[in-house]
């Protein structure tokens, strides 16, 4: 059995550090890197993608919300035009920088509210696969399991990796806790990696109302802002490997030449 293991990096601006990226990605089989909207800048991004290649990680972009101050996780009302343009804009500017370092970007993965709200709405999700299905080169899209977002995905062709979130709790509706709430972000490594393990072999994750919720489980997310992120890196890895199950992307090829 194999799964893909990916963390959001790449989330630090200017003079401002945020999480461990150098000593994540060895532990990680996919990066999800910050495109300049809600984190990160030219430089970081640049940085960020040199050290994926390094560690032989597959490359994502992760565009989100104009929002620095709020880091991409408050709600916004734009148009779908505005929204696919930000998208559009967000992740040329990734694969620039992965064409600079020989290599390719293989995915899309919303951040923070946009991922939310497309993950429950229809329109938006529509109008995020319009945009990737403009661009010359169809990426996948990583988003949350059975929600909107994977099944607009699907419906439209778009190759789709299903992901799940080993340190974030869940309602019986598939949404994610907020994080306004307690007990929304697990912080425990231990209990994210026996999570995560359920996640891969049962498709199961108990939620907040006391239900199981079924998922499809391509790939599991760790939150590279979160405290916790390195030593739950270390503990999934562990964990699955104990259990026989491989940390690879299905996405994983030849760089370019």
Not at 5 to 28: H, K, Q, R, T
Not at 37 to 55: C, I, N, Q, W, Y
Not at 155 to 182: C, I
Request: overall charge negative; hydrophobic content about 40%.
């Amino acid at each position: 059995m194999t799964v893909d293991l990916n963390c959001d990096l790449g989330e630090s601006f200017g003079a401002y550090s945020i999480g461990e990226d150098e000593a994540v990605l060895p532990l990680i089989s996919s990066a999800s890197i910050a495109c300049g909207f809600h984190a990160g800048d030219p430089l970081v991004m640049d940085r960020t993608v040199e050290m994926a290649v390094k560690s032989g990680c597959v490359i994502g972009a992760h565009p989100g919300f104009p929002d620095l101050q709020g880091f991409g996780r408050r709600n916004m009302d734009v148009k779908g035009d505005e929204l696919e343009a930000m998208l559009i804009y967000q992740v040329g500017a990734l694969d620039a920088f992965c064409r600079r370092h020989h290599t390719r970007l293989r995915y899309v993965k919303p951040h923070g509210a946009l991922y939310n709200m497309c993950a429950a709405d229809e329109h938006l999700s529509r109008t995020l696969v319009h945009a990737l299905l403009s661009l010359p080169d169809a990426f996948p899209l990583m988003g949350m399991s059975q929600s909107w977002m994977t099944r607009a995905a699907e419906a439209a062709g778009l190759p789709v990796l299903h992901e799940v979130f080993a340190d974030r709790a869940y309602h019986a509706d598939g949404r994610l806790v907020s994080r306004r709430e307690p007990g929304s972000v697990l912080r425990d490594p231990e209990a994210i990696a026996l999570r995560a393990l359920r996640m891969v072999t049962e498709g199961v994750v108990d939620t907040l109302e006391g239900t199981k919720l079924h998922l499809k489980c391509d790939s599991i997310c760790i939150h590279g802002d979160s405290p916790a992120a390195l030593e739950s890196a270390r503990a999934i890895r562990a964990c699955l490997s104990r259990n026989g199950i491989t940390v690879a992307s299905p996405l994983k090829g030849e760089d370019m030449t």
